[in-house]
């Protein structure tokens, strides 16, 4: 007895398991290896090490008398530990068989966990008949582990029985039941439950709760009460003990659109895993915060987190939305060097960027590529094709896809519907939609009803569009109202769409977007009172004017009088609704001249256009560039290739740049700046002499032109007047990219308002690049 105390207090110090061993050789030398205390501790010492195979060879040493509760537990513990589901339920009936009255609420917990493990439920209902037998089914640990069975094998009903059953309720067991809700996607129930633990005088006093909680609220986008779970969590002190609960809170605010919250709570987490890193890079993508989500990918591989393929599936999302093949081929770039391994996912996504980036050669290359190809392969390449306005090719490729005896399924028909809408074929259109019901018995959906009304309203047949809504078998979504709407705007039926407005905006669609549709409906047709009302309303709900809401008709002809004037008076009419953006950084850009004469002139033109044309001081947005000192510095290493290596580090800012003038060009309409032959110092004169000049005063000569130059965005400069030196001072119109229409007004209505200017003494005429005009005496 004393050797055996021995070793057993011996055991309880030791950690290694060459230690372990040579106890346990010990103990057989001097034959105790069947004492059944000393054999329990060496078989949990064993677990312990993750060595289940000499766990049970030491079990086994046990005289099966001589097994007591204690020892059957151990090795049972170690079975469900190491999730041997089988060999679990093997030695739970070998244990009942071998020991009567052995049966208590731990192994019972062993045997309910085995039956979850291996999705057997008639098992666990006889486990839980066994447990009420033995008057163990509402004990403390039994009740949660039957609730949670039920929840894990889809018997909602049986698991809210048993708790319906059990008077004294822990906080663990009302967690177990919201688990079981919420992975059903019952939240409500969740919420419910929350309620009455609530009213029962429960505090909250365990994460699972906690994170069910915070999972519901992210299920049904309640940022607010999220919010208040987060808070929770905060005060109980929970949030810092479990890295799980950290995730689901970000996960939680990603699904609710509160990014800043999610990033912040991201920041502050000890264990940012890969899990953590995806789905903060995926919520910035999927709300088009692209920059952002690039960003974060580099901070990502800066901490030497190792990307997965949904990491590189959501970047694919922001290439798409900012339309940069570059950054889609980068992310290509690197799944190869580094060998990631593409899965359907991945080559789907790369198939959806290239297509939206307009490269349909890509996206077809990449098609090839594919192992294997499903049927949302092929839906994606139908769709691809679709959208770039290539039907033959739609209809090629999905008829190969038939020819491969694949089924289409109702995703196919969305893109080939699309396609049909994109390139105008009302009959092939309708051909798909009946074919869709007939030949696959496929019933429409919401996106294919929304698909014909947008083909039909494209076409012009406004009235059949929507008769086909009035007619349709299901009550009308939001999707087949909008394309309506849509339609609307391009044939200009403007009783039609007030009245498309009302119901969409009765049925709680995004209020934001039609108030926008139907301002651009208004302004199309003239309706300025009718547009200042729609953008009174937007005002008091606090919407504030996206990217694109002013459209301004791109049909200019030649006139006589002003070169960028349209003969279209309307045109310059709209400019009202333009927003102006005037950088400013720690510098002072648009001052950053070396005479005040120069910003004085720019200013005074955006003064007159504000008088003339309703482009209101309030209107114009004072932005920041960032890394502005970064961009004029990169501008200079692109036209310097000698000092291209010194400069190195300034080479990373210029590839930002791109990205922070889209992010900007959401906000504004046109960027303005002030242009001149010479901003800052006066040209020396050995540069007036030999024409060369050094590296400082060519900088100083693009400090304006830098992003339009650099960036490739389309810019004019218009006249404005001259400095006192002479040289001509202009206002620099910078747009986001398609919006010629739009510089081109502006640039008509500042060469109206702009004082008579000096003409040159030698000038090309633009209109007839076979001319050269000279007021100079020949010679």
């Given amino acids: 007895m004393n050797r055996t105390n021995a070793l057993l207090t011996i055991l309880t110090q030791i950690k290694a398991l060459r230690h372990t061993q040579q106890l346990h050789a010990n103990a057989i030398v001097h034959g105790l290896e069947e004492e059944v205390v000393l054999g329990s501790s060496l078989t949990n010492s064993y677990i312990q090490s993750n060595r289940l195979d000499l766990a049970t060879a030491s079990f086994d040493r046990i005289p099966p008398r001589k097994r007591n509760r204690y020892s059957w537990n151990t090795i049972l513990s170690g079975y469900s530990k190491s999730k041997n589901h089988c060999e679990s339920l093997r030695l739970y009936n070998r244990m009942r068989r071998d020991c009567d009255g052995v049966v208590d609420s731990f192994n019972l917990v062993f045997a309910i966990k085995a039956c979850v493990g291996l999705g057997v439920l008639e098992n666990g209902v006889l486990i839980h008949g066994l447990s009420m037998k033995n008057g163990l089914d509402k004990d403390a640990y039994v009740s949660p582990s039957l609730v949670e069975m039920y929840g894990e094998l889809g018997r909602m009903e049986d698991a809210q029985k048993v708790f319906d059953e059990i008077t004294l309720r822990s906080s663990v067991l009302w967690g177990v039941l919201m688990k079981g809700y919420l992975r059903y996607s019952r939240d409500s129930e969740v919420f419910r439950l929350f309620y009455l633990m609530r009213e029962a005088g429960l505090g909250v006093d365990n994460a699972l709760t906690l994170i069910c909680l915070v999972k519901a609220c992210g299920n049904v986008f309640a940022g607010k009460e999220g919010k208040s779970v987060h808070g929770l969590s905060i005060r109980g002190g929970f949030i810092d003990q479990s890295g799980y609960l950290q995730a689901s809170v970000v996960d939680m605010y990603v699904k609710c659109r509160l990014l800043d919250n999610a990033r912040e709570m991201f920041e502050t987490s000890v264990d940012k895993n890969v899990v953590m890193w995806t789905t903060l890079v995926s919520g910035f993508a999927k709300c088009e915060r692209a920059v952002e989500a690039f960003d974060l990918f580099r901070q990502m591989l800066r901490e030497s987190v190792l990307p997965n393929q949904c990491t590189l599936a959501a970047l694919l999302v922001s290439c798409s939305s900012l339309g940069s093949q570059r950054h889609g081929r980068s992310v290509h770039g690197y799944m190869i060097r580094n060998e990631i391994e593409m899965d359907a996912v991945n080559f789907t996504s790369f198939i959806d960027m290239y297509a939206r980036c307009g490269n ?338 060519t900088a100083y000569l693009m400090r304006f032109v830098v992003a339009a130059n650099l960036l490739g965005f389309l810019a004019i400069s218009v006249p404005v007047g001259y400095d006192k030196e002479g040289l001509p001072i202009g206002l620099q119109i910078m747009g986001r990219p398609w919006a010629e229409a739009t510089v081109l007004a502006l640039a008509a209505a500042v060469e109206e308002l702009a004082p008579v200017t000096k003409k040159p003494a030698v000038f090309h005429d633009v209109l007839n690049t076979n001319r050269v005009h000279t007021d100079l005496p020949e010679k």
């Fill in 360 to 697: 349909i050669r890509m996206a077809r290359k990449v098609f090839d590529m594919m192992p294997e190809r499903n049927v949302i392969s092929w839906s994606s390449m139908i769709n691809a094709f679709g959208i770039n306005g290539m039907l033959e090719e739609a209809l090629d490729c999905f008829g190969k896809m038939k020819s491969r005896n694949l089924t289409p399924n109702s995703v196919t028909y969305v893109s080939l519907l699309s396609a049909c809408s994109h390139s105008g074929n009302i009959k092939e259109g309708r051909k798909q939609f009946a074919s869709m019901t007939s030949d696959y018995r496929i019933a429409p959906e919401e996106e294919h009803y929304a698909c014909m009304v947008d083909l039909l309203g494209r076409a012009g047949e406004v009235g059949e569009a929507k008769s086909f809504i009035n007619n349709m078998p299901v009550k009308p979504m939001a999707s087949a109202w909008g394309a309506l709407l849509n339609a609307c705007r391009i044939h200009k039926k403007i009783d039609l769409a007030e009245e498309i407005a009302e119901k969409l905006l009765s049925m709680g669609s995004n209020e934001s977007s039609v108030y926008v549709l139907l301002s651009n409906i208004y302004a199309d047709a003239g309706m300025w009172e009718m547009v200042n009302s729609v953008r009174s309303k937007m005002g008091m709900k606090g919407y504030t004017k996206p990217m694109g809401l002013i459209q301004v008709p791109n049909h200019f002809t030649a006139h006589p009088h002003g070169f960028f004037k349209s003969a279209s008076k309307q045109v310059v009419d709209k400019l009202h609704h333009l927003i102006l953006c005037r950088f400013t950084s720690p510098s002072q850009w648009f001052n950053d001249v070396n005479s005040s004469e120069i910003s004085d002139k720019c200013e005074n033109i955006l003064k007159l256009l504000s008088n003339n044309h309703g482009c209101e001081v309030k209107q114009v947005v004072e932005i920041v560039v960032p890394e502005l000192e970064e961009m004029r510095a990169a501008h200079v290493v692109s036209i310097g290739s000698a000092a291209l290596r010194s400069l190195t580090p300034y080479c990373e800012a210029g590839r930002r740049l791109m990205e922070y003038h889209l992010d900007i060009f959401k906000n504004v309409d046109v960027i303005v700046t002030p242009t001149t032959g010479m901003t800052a110092p006066v040209i020396p004169p050995d540069a007036l002499k030999n024409g060369e000049t050094n590296f400082q005063v």
